[in-house]
């Protein structure tokens, strides 16, 4: 089936640095999504990605849509203790479907 | 706005018995998907419910079902649960059926022992 190739797989950087990771696919999706979930919890979409080559901010997070449209970073900004967690990134291949393929994550440590 | 509610939060079951979980969507939220979520596969889509309709299946064994109510409110099912069926279960919302912004609920907990 699809599938979605997420890296790094795990970061653990230091408070203050800059964070870049992406997903690639052999598939052509018609929007991407990046959510980040804590422990305990469903993940929280963070920025969503609708045409090929947009750049979108929300804060200190950025995401592209590959021009291929096959492909997405997120990068993170200045990292604080509370961006841990992990990102996940998610593909919608087909518009009339609510359906979501999803990165296998990254897990973000940051140290203070 | 209330957000996605999923009820129980934890549930403990015996294999071989059978289980329903809750959601309840964003107020005005016409879309309801369900997805497992474990350590080796991650997060794996289920099915997704519109009007009352299931619109898309995942690759699941039909121990797996869902329905859909006219008040959008959805509930899946597990029958013969097995050891492999422990997983973290998320519902998200869409506001209609194809719209890929999807709001998740903080999941409910399954364990098969």
């Known amino acids: 089936g699809q599938q979605l190739n997420q890296s790094p797989q795990s970061m653990f950087i230091q408070e203050g640095e800059d964070v870049s990771m992406n997903c690639t696919s052999s598939?052509?999706?018609?929007?991407w999504l990046w959510y980040k979930q804590e422990p305990g919890e469903g993940p929280v979409l963070l920025i969503a990605?609708?045409?090929?080559?947009e750049l979108t901010s929300n804060g200190r997070l950025t995401a592209q849509f590959g021009i291929t449209r096959k492909d997405s970073f997120l990068n993170i900004s200045a990292s604080i203790p509370s961006d841990v967690g992990i990102y996940f990134c998610a593909g919608q291949l087909d518009s009339n479907t609510g359906k979501l393929i999803f990165g296998q994550g990254t897990t973000l440590q940051v140290k203070p | 706005k209330a957000g996605v509610t999923q009820t129980p939060r934890y549930l403990i079951k015996t294999r071989g018995q059978q289980v329903t979980l809750s959601c309840s969507p964003i107020s005005g939220h016409r879309s309801v998907s369900w997805y497992q979520q474990t350590p080796g596969q991650g997060l794996q889509f289920l099915f997704e419910?519109?009007?009352?309709?299931?619109?898309n299946k995942g690759n699941f064994p039909g121990r797996f079902s869902g329905r859909q109510f006219s008040n959008s409110r959805s509930e899946m099912n597990v029958s013969t649960l097995e050891l492999g069926d422990s997983a973290l279960y998320l519902c998200?919302?869409?506001?209609?059926?194809?719209?890929?912004?999807?709001?998740f609920g903080q999941g409910t907990r399954l364990t098969v022992v």
């Open positions: 998200a919302s869409t506001s209609q059926g194809g719209v890929a912004e999807a709001f």
């Open positions: 990605l609708y045409k090929a080559g």
């Open positions: 598939s052509i999706f018609n929007t």
């Open positions: 419910y519109f009007s009352e309709t299931q619109r």
